[in-house]
C-alpha cells in the first residue's frame, strides 16, 4: 500500500513538474533565478559572503533577460532586506537605481527597510509588516508572531533602524538568528545584547554574550 502511495506521489510531482497539473511549466529564467536568490539568502545569512555574492549575480542575470525593472528591483529589495536583518544600514543603491520603474509595492518596501516611514502607505506592504508602521511602538510579541524567521529578522532591523524595538525584542532577534544558524546577523545581535549590557553595567552579562561571540568566531571577540 505504501509503495502504491509513494507511486502516485511520484506521478503526481512529476504531472505537476512537466505543467500537466495547471498549466505549462516556468521558465528557465525563473526557475533559475527562484533558487539563485534564495541560495542567496540562505549563504548571506550564514556568513558566506563569496557564494552569496556568486548567488546573486547568477539570480540578477535570469531576470535581466526578462528586461522588467519590477523583477530586478525585488531581487535589489532581498539583498538590502537580509542587510537589514543583518543590521547592515548602508544605502539601497541597486534598487535606488530602478526606483523610477519600480511599481508602487517595492517602493514602499524599499521606504520601509530604510526607515522612512512617516507617509508610507501600510497597505502597500507585505501582510507581515503592515502592522509596524502604524503602532507607536513594537512589543516582542508583535515581532515574535511573524511566523517566517527571515521575515522576523527584516522587521526587527528596520524598527531597531527607527529606535522603535523595545529590549525583550531584542532577544527574540537574537535567539531566531540562532536558531536558524544564522551568523552574520547573530554576531550583529550580540553586538547589541553586549553594547546594552556594558550601558547597563551588568559586566556579566556582556562577557556572556562574548563567549557566544568567542564560540560563533572559534577566536576572542574583539572589545568594545
Keep these: 500500500m505504501r509503495a502504491r502511495a509513494c507511486r502516485l506521489w511520484a506521478a503526481a510531482a512529476l504531472a505537476l513538474l512537466a505543467g500537466c497539473a495547471g498549466g505549462p511549466p516556468p521558465p528557465d529564467w525563473e526557475i533559475e533565478a527562484h533558487g539563485a536568490l534564495d541560495a542567496y539568502a540562505r549563504h548571506a545569512l550564514e556568513g558566506r559572503g563569496r557564494l552569496a555574492e556568486r548567488d546573486f549575480d547568477r539570480a540578477r542575470a535570469a531576470l535581466a533577460r526578462t528586461g522588467r525593472a519590477d523583477l530586478l528591483a525585488r531581487a535589489e529589495?532581498?539583498?538590502?532586506?537580509?542587510?537589514?536583518?543583518?543590521?547592515?544600514?548602508?544605502?539601497?543603491?541597486?534598487?535606488?537605481?530602478?526606483?523610477?520603474?519600480?511599481?508602487?509595492?517595492?517602493?514602499?518596501?524599499?521606504?520601509?527597510?530604510?526607515g522612512r516611514w512617516a507617509k508610507l502607505d501600510p497597505g502597500l506592504l507585505p501582510a507581515r509588516y503592515q502592522a509596524l508602521p502604524q503602532s507607536a511602538s513594537a512589543s516582542a510579541s508583535m515581532l515574535a508572531a511573524i511566523e517566517d524567521p527571515r521575515s522576523?529578522?527584516?522587521?526587527?532591523?528596520?524598527?531597531f533602524r527607527l529606535s522603535r524595538l523595545p529590549p525583550d525584542a531584542i532577544a527574540v532577534a537574537r535567539e531566531t538568528a540562532s536558531a536558524q544558524g544564522w551568523r552574520r546577523p547573530l554576531l550583529a545581535w550580540l553586538g547589541v545584547e553586549i553594547e546594552r549590557a556594558q550601558a547597563a553595567g551588568d559586566t556579566a552579562g556582556a562577557e556572556r554574550h562574548r563567549r557566544s561571540v568567542e564560540r560563533i568566531l572559534g577566536t576572542p571577540a574583539p572589545a568594545r
Design 152 to 159: 522576523r529578522l527584516i522587521a526587527a532591523g528596520a524598527l
Design 77 to 114: 529589495l532581498t539583498r538590502c532586506a537580509v542587510q537589514v536583518a543583518s543590521l547592515e544600514f548602508a544605502p539601497c543603491a541597486g534598487f535606488d537605481a530602478l526606483r523610477a520603474d519600480a511599481p508602487p509595492a517595492e517602493r514602499a518596501y524599499a521606504d520601509f527597510l530604510a
